[in-house]
């Protein structure tokens, strides 16, 4: 069956330091691969996606994923974070062209970035 | 586009009693999911629809569970004879389904739901 990892559950950094969520998936097949962010009373939004084409992939707010298909990852990073980065991540993927359309998600890795 | 909505946002009940929610997607997608969230995990699949028709449930939709989506706009998500482990957020999506498989689903505020 289709699941996705997330390894790290908690992860508490200080302003300025790197960050680099990972995310595991198992399937054999293409997927498309996506994650989401939760900031504190917010709801889910979309912070990256990627489909097909470079496996290097940008999305808001100075995040980027590489998807490396070896490996079946697509982890998360960001060169410096802020305070208001502080949230819940996760990632998630769908089967490329599947019967079903639904997302799988992983467990989500709560971020706290202290100022 | 004013996001997906979802109605309401907090429900407490009584084991037992039945409950409605509500969702509106993103107007013209014409794809809509519900998943469930409890705490530490990431959502759950529940079921979706691709206009009105009901395209795929989860196992975890028990009898007790049941969704429309009439002509194919919002839907509702009943749950009847609620127990107390049916607490959690339930969280409504909503995409457009292109040509190709590049879809990517938008979702609302949630549900959050307290079975006593």
């Known amino acids: 069956a289709q699941s996705v990892s997330q390894h790290n559950h908690h992860v508490i950094l200080s302003e300025a330091a790197s960050l680099e969520l990972g995310c595991n998936y198992s399937y054999g097949g293409t997927v498309n691969l996506f994650w989401y962010v939760q900031y504190p009373g917010q709801h889910l939004q979309l912070l990256l996606k990627y489909f097909s084409g470079d496996p290097l992939v940008k999305g808001i707010k100075g995040f980027e994923a590489e998807f490396i298909k070896s490996k079946f990852s697509f982890n998360l990073r960001k060169p410096s974070v802020q305070w208001s980065d502080t949230a819940e991540y996760f990632c998630?993927?769908?089967?490329?062209?599947?019967?079903?359309?639904?997302?799988?998600f992983g467990t989500g890795t709560l971020l706290a970035v202290q100022p | 586009d004013t996001g997906v909505s979802q109605d309401p946002r907090h429900k407490i009940t009584k084991r037992g009693q039945n409950v409605t929610f509500r969702c509106d997607p993103i107007s013209e997608h014409n794809r809509l999911y519900w998943y469930r969230q409890t705490l530490g995990q990431g959502p759950e699949f529940l079921t979706y629809?691709?206009?009105?028709?009901?395209?795929?449930k989860s196992r975890l939709l028990s009898d007790r569970f049941s969704a429309e989506r009439p002509k194919g706009s919002f839907s509702t998500l009943e749950i009847q004879r609620t127990e107390q482990g049916d607490s959690a957020m339930y969280l409504c999506?909503?995409?457009?389904?292109?040509?190709?498989?590049?879809?990517?689903?938008?979702f609302g505020p949630g549900t959050r739901l307290l079975v006593l």
């Open positions: 999506a909503s995409s457009q389904k292109l040509a190709g498989y590049q879809e990517t689903q938008y």
């Open positions: 998630a993927v769908n089967l490329y062209g599947g019967a079903t359309n639904k997302l799988i």
């Open positions: 629809f691709q206009n009105e028709a009901q395209l795929e």
